[in-house]
Structures are given as structure tokens and as C-alpha cells.
């Protein structure tokens, strides 16, 4: 699969929830942003600025605040602390509650329209953080909320159903993962990472023919992307195409010569060994921990 980063996407959120509560500059706002923001806009994004630099203490002071009444923006900033410290388990649970608010109409700072961030974002980001944490199961019940509650938003709920469809491919559900990719193809067409992915559920569903056309979609509007390439590499050595394996293999070298990626393609360049060999029995298709996998 195409790497996962709860912690950029969470810090998008932050950018659009501080807009909301009334400074566009979430974590290192200019002293006129802060001077005109509300003081619940001023203490997220100190929150937010103390997160980056030191999430023990945004941990303490975040917690402080949702204690306080703080509601959502408290429990958003504490996610991001969490998150920055390596405890994504317990961001996906400050983020769930700070899901139920919004979707309950409670919590919501001085300041902040309701629907300016709704639950489906908040529950796709706690989706996302138990997909960090490692428990597939949890992280496929969040997302599946979001994409029942995005519905009128076509963008979003094609974001969320690539998530959920990596949630189900972390539980070995490949059928499941190409279902929301089928959607999710529908809705973002131009989304390198939708076929990569649906390509890959596709092979591992035993569909080759239809993972040769997702991963070729994938490489043309990702023509850089060396997980495309080592992806259509897997696929071609699994149909004896052994020609096209080794030339992406070579490419993803090119590419990215001292990523995981790369390691993986010279260890199946050597596994192959020479041009008129048929395919290697074992020919691996994950690099480490950033597998082109769902």
C-alpha cells in the first residue's frame, strides 16, 4: 500500500479547524493572526505550536484543557500531542470523542460553525490513527462511520473509503479492500494511490488481469512512483513476464536507489537471475514497513 500519515493528514485538519474557530495559521500563527483570533483560536494554536516542539507537555496542557470544557479543539490537540509521542492508540480514542461531540453538537469553542469540521473528518482521522496503532478491526469500525457520514461530500468519502480499504487489507480482507476501491476509483479517478492499491487487492485476490490494468492506470498518472513500478514488477513476474518484471525493477533502482523499495527490486533482480530465467518462486513485493499492499 502506499504509506499511511495520519499525522500530516491530522495536521491538514488542524488547519482547517483553526480556520474555523478564527486564525488560519494553526501552529506558528503571526502575532496579527493571533492578535485578531478568539481566545479559544489563541490557546488551539499554542496547543498545536507546543504538540510540534514538545508533546509531553502539550499532552499535560491538552488534557488540562478538555478537562476545562475545551471540547473538540482540546481533544484534537491532545490527539496530535499523542500522535507526535508514538501513542497512536490513544490518539484514535481522543479523536473518537472528539467525533461523538461534533456529531452531538457539544464541545464546539466560541466561535466555530458547526459543519465547518464535521464527524466524518474526525472519525476518519481516528480511522486512520488505530490503522497507525496496528488494530485493523477498530480502524475499519471508525472509517466505516465516516463513510456512512460523508456522504454529500464525493472527495471526502473517496479519501475514506482508500483508508477503509487499507483497514480491511491490514485484516487480510482483500475482497473487501477492492470493493471500496472500485468506489473509491469512481469518485477520484485521478488518485494514483486508489488503482495502485486496487491493483494490488486485485492480485491478491488471484485477479492478474485486472491488477496489469489498475497498476498500469497507477504508473501513467504516477509516472515517479517506485511502489508503482515494484508493484507492476510482482505483477509481471506472477504472469512469467519476467522481461517487464526486470525492467521495473531496474527503474525502481533508478528511482529511488537507497529506499526500502530498491532493496527490494535488487533482491529480485538477484533472485531472477538472468534475462532468460523464468520467474523466482519467491519473489517479494513489500518493502519493509511501507508495502505496496492495501
Request: aromatic content about 2%.
Amino acid at each position: 500500500m502506499t504509506r499511511c500519515p495520519p499525522l500530516p493528514a491530522l495536521l491538514a485538519l488542524a488547519a482547517v479547524l483553526a480556520t474555523a474557530l478564527g486564525t488560519a495559521t494553526p501552529a506558528v500563527a503571526a502575532a496579527a493572526a493571533m492578535e485578531a483570533a478568539s481566545p479559544a483560536a489563541r490557546r488551539y494554536a499554542a496547543c498545536l505550536a507546543q504538540a510540534r516542539t514538545d508533546p509531553a507537555q502539550a499532552i499535560a496542557a491538552a488534557s488540562r484543557w478538555r478537562d476545562e470544557g475545551g471540547g473538540v479543539a482540546a481533544k484534537h490537540c491532545l490527539a496530535l500531542a499523542l500522535l507526535a509521542q508514538g501513542q497512536p492508540k490513544r490518539a484514535a480514542a481522543a479523536l473518537e470523542q472528539a467525533a461523538q461531540d461534533m456529531e452531538a453538537g457539544r464541545g464546539l469553542p466560541e466561535g466555530m460553525a458547526r459543519g465547518a469540521v464535521t464527524s466524518a473528518d474526525l472519525y476518519g482521522q481516528a480511522g486512520n490513527a488505530a490503522l497507525l496503532a496496528g488494530d485493523g478491526a477498530r480502524a475499519y469500525e471508525l472509517l466505516s462511520r465516516a463513510v456512512t457520514q460523508a456522504e454529500a461530500r464525493p472527495g471526502l468519502q473517496g479519501d475514506l473509503l482508500i483508508d477503509r480499504a487499507r483497514a480491511a487489507a491490514a485484516m487480510s480482507d482483500f475482497a473487501a479492500a477492492t470493493k471500496d476501491l472500485d468506489r473509491a476509483v469512481g469518485l477520484l479517478p485521478g488518485r494514483p494511490d486508489a488503482w495502485l492499491l486496487r491493483a494490488t487487492a486485485r492480485r491478491k485476490t488471484g485477479d492478474l488481469a485486472g491488477a496489469r490494468t489498475d497498476i498500469d492506470a497507477a504508473v501513467q498518472l504516477a509516472p515517479d512512483e517506485p511502489l508503482a513500478y515494484l508493484e507492476r514488477a510482482t505483477i509481471a513476474a506472477l504472469g512469467q513476464d519476467m522481461a517487464t518484471a526486470r525492467a521495473d525493477w531496474t527503474r525502481v533502482i533508478a528511482l529511488a536507489p537507497d529506499g526500502p523499495e530498491a532493496a527490494i527490486a535488487r533482491e529480485n533482480l538477484v533472485n531472477a537471475g538472468p534475462a532468460e530465467a523464468a520467474a523466482p518462486a519467491g519473489v517479494s513485493a513489500t518493502p519493509g514497513a511501507t508495502p505496496p499492499q492495501p
